[in-house]
Nanobody, 123 residues
Framework: QVQVVESGGGLVQAGGSLRLSCTASELTLSDYSMGWFRQAPGKEREWVAATDYRNTTTTYADSVKGRFTISRDNAKNTLYLQMNSLRPEDTAMYYC????????????????WGQGTQVTVSS
C-alpha cells in the first residue's frame, strides 16, 4: 500500500527557516509530478508549489515566491520544500501530493496525499 509521509515541520520564529521532506513507499517519486499544499485552521487547503516529474516546470504561489523552493533528491526518493523568511501567516499543516499528471497535482486532485506536517511560525 502506498504511503506518503511528510516530515520536518515544527515551531520557528518569524524570519527563520525550515525544510520539509516528503517520501513515499511503493512509489518512485521521480516518476511523479509533485506538489506541496497547506491548510491553516479555519481556511481552505491552498496550493504552495509544484513540479512536474521531469523538473522542467516548477511553479509557486505568489505568497511564497522568492521564499520557498521545491526540489527533489531522486537518490533518496524524497521531495523537499525549503522555506525561508517564514512569516506567521505561513503557519499551517503542510501536505505533499503525488500524481503522474502535473495538471492533477496543480488542481489538488492527485492520487497520493500525505498526512501532513505542522509548521508554526511565531511572531
Amino acid at each position: 500500500q502506498v504511503q506518503v509521509v511528510e516530515s520536518g515541520g515544527g515551531l520557528v520564529q518569524a524570519g527563520g527557516s525550515l525544510r520539509l521532506s516528503c517520501t513515499a513507499s511503493e512509489l518512485t517519486l521521480s516518476d511523479y509530478s509533485m506538489g506541496w499544499f497547506r491548510q491553516a485552521p479555519g481556511k481552505e487547503r491552498e496550493w504552495v508549489a509544484a513540479t512536474d516529474y521531469r523538473n522542467t516546470t516548477t511553479t509557486y504561489a505568489d505568497s511564497v515566491k522568492g521564499r520557498f523552493t521545491i526540489s527533489r533528491d531522486n537518490a533518496k526518493n524524497t521531495l523537499y520544500l525549503q522555506m525561508n523568511s517564514l512569516r506567521p501567516e505561513d503557519t499551517a499543516m503542510y501536505y505533499c501530493l503525488a500524481d503522474r499528471s502535473y495538471i492533477k497535482v496543480r488542481a489538488a486532485v492527485g492520487a497520493y496525499w500525505g498526512q501532513g506536517t505542522q509548521v508554526t511560525v511565531s511572531s
